[in-house]
């Protein structure tokens, strides 16, 4: 975990003065001053690790630079991101702390660069890289030597993924007929599976806890996030995470984090607000009317944080109103639905069309307002049985990006809904890839088929895909490869994309859509899609 000097204060309002509204500087050139400063702190922070000289807190208004500018992750409780909390601690018994995978200057997630980066450093050595969950499989692997640990952690260094290993429900009404693991974990008994760290902050507007649900589900002695049990049900599902983390990660005893550590854990997450203050060509994303940046979402003194309840501006509840309920926009129940979901940027809309930040503005509708084919997703598209919409299923809905990234300003879906876009699932004109055309050849294919409710075997019903999602977890067929769609703040700090890091680069995840859902756009509303994505 990088930690900060003293005088980082004296850097902030430096910054902070560069990119102020009133700075008399042209964009280009304060953007060419900000990258020279990043890189001259960058190697003073490299400088101080390497001397073991730990800083113990890092003051809001600190800009992370990443492929898109930079970041600021915003504490509502303490004034900043205080490092000496059980957060930041080793509570089991290899080294690894939360920080490990929730870095600040990666969004509270972790990069793949960032982890690279720490594999060369340290030659592989850094708590993160551990055989429990980091290494590609664990199963008769060698990492006494550097070449060892660079074959073992590929998937971590290149993708940023953690292996995560579940058992199969005992009641599963399908059977895992096949494993093909490239890395050697081929038990059908227990599934290993290749996952990006989610965020841990804007954590107040989550409807569930973890891709699959799984720490807010009754299997796991969890609580279902709901409009009548938030923001308590949030709370305990969240605690026990943090203790399941620690048992699993960090190869924990299962005594840290006691009750008072959890709270505290908790707490310091809850506090925190990430996203992106400075984009690369559009510069400080608060000028000239616009809304960007984390104070935003977190409120302050002078503006109201971004409201939020579990179901607001649900999608689905206005199509089938016994669902996702109560809904609404403005008020719990109001009916209301607006695919508008992002307004950050609507006073950029009026930009001379060359400016970059009318880019941004023109993403920003792109992703509010082009109309979606969505076919054949499950959890939308199929029959209400399996978990789709209606009774028959509708063979496709006509929708846009807000559909299921519905939260407003936000990005995630406002009800515990998950969906399965076909991220994970093999093309089958071409098993490499997924349905969006995205490389999945580094992921195991793992084939289930329903079992026959009268003698257990199995069926001709049958399905192949990367991860099973939320059917690990309650042992349905009908759920294998769903997934919740996470947040979307920050997105420039954690790259590569999707819950299996199959999306590299923003880009890549807008081709994703256009292959997958038919989706026609030019080379410059591509541009600005991405210019949107990496200022939010």
Request: aromatic share 8%; hydrophobic share 35%; proline share 7%.
């Amino acid at each position: 975990m990088q930690t900060f000097p003293e005088g980082w204060t004296s850097f902030t309002h430096f910054m902070s003065r560069l990119f102020s509204k009133g700075s008399t500087l042209k964009r280009r050139s304060r953007l060419v001053i900000v990258n020279a400063v990043f890189l001259a702190v960058a190697t003073l922070i490299a400088i101080a690790a390497v001397s073991g000289q730990p800083f113990s807190f890092i003051p809001n208004g600190t800009f992370f630079a990443n492929p898109g500018g930079a970041s600021e992750t915003y504490s509502i409780s303490s004034g900043g991101i205080d490092l000496r909390g059980p957060f930041f601690q080793s509570l089991g018994t290899n080294g690894r702390s939360c920080g490990s995978c929730h870095q600040p200057s990666d969004g509270m997630s972790v990069s793949a660069a960032n982890v690279q980066l720490r594999f060369s450093r340290t030659q592989g050595l850094d708590p993160i890289f551990r055989t429990v969950d980091g290494s590609n499989c664990n199963h008769s692997i060698d990492v006494s030597t550097l070449a060892g640990r660079s074959a073992a952690y590929s998937l971590l260094r290149t993708r940023g993924l953690i292996r995560v290993a579940i058992t199969v429900p005992a009641n599963a009404d399908y059977r895992v007929v096949s494993v093909n693991n490239p890395y050697g974990c081929n038990e059908s008994d227990v599934i290993s599976m290749y996952r990006r760290p989610l965020p841990s902050t804007n954590l107040r507007f989550l409807s569930a806890v973890m891709f699959d649900g799984r720490e807010s589900a009754a299997a796991t002695g969890t609580t279902k996030i709901l409009f009548e049990n938030y923001p308590k049900s949030l709370l305990d599902d969240l605690k026990h995470q943090s203790l399941d983390a620690t048992n699993g990660h960090a190869q924990g005893d299962g005594t840290r984090p006691t009750p008072a550590e959890q709270q505290q854990i908790v707490d310091f997450e809850m506090a925190l607000f990430t996203a992106q203050t400075i984009g690369n060509y559009a510069g400080r994303l608060d000028a000239h009317g616009a809304h960007g940046g984390p104070e935003t979402l977190a409120g302050s003194s002078s503006i109201p944080p971004q409201p939020f309840f579990i179901s607001i501006n649900s999608s689905v509840n206005p199509l089938v109103p016994t669902l996702e309920t109560p809904g609404g926009l403005v008020t719990a129940g109001d009916g209301q639905f607006n695919p508008a979901m992002f307004n950050p940027f609507d006073a950029w809309a009026a930009m001379p069309d060359t400016s970059a930040r009318a880019a941004v503005a023109r993403g920003q509708a792109i992703f509010n307002s082009r109309p979606i084919n969505i076919k054949d997703v499950a959890g939308i598209n199929d029959v209400a049985s399996a978990g789709g919409l209606v009774d028959k299923g509708i063979p496709s809905l006509m929708g846009t990006c807000g559909t299921c990234h519905d939260t407003p300003n936000v990005g995630n879906h406002s009800f515990p809904t998950p969906l399965d876009i076909g991220t994970g699932d093999s093309d089958p004109s071409n098993p490499s890839t997924n349905l969006g055309g995205l490389d999945i050849s580094y992921l195991p294919a793992i084939t289930v088929c329903k079992t026959d409710p009268a003698t257990g075997l199995p069926t001709s019903n049958c399905k192949t895909t990367t991860d099973l999602g939320q059917a690990l977890i309650d042992g349905k067929f009908d759920h294998v490869g769903k997934i919740k769609g996470p947040i979307l703040r920050g997105l420039s700090a954690r790259a590569p994309y999707f819950h299996n890091g199959s999306a590299q680069t923003l880009l890549d995840a807008v081709h994703f859509y256009e292959n997958r859902f038919g989706l026609v756009l030019t080379p410059q509303e591509e541009s600005d899609l991405v210019a949107f994505l990496s200022v939010l």
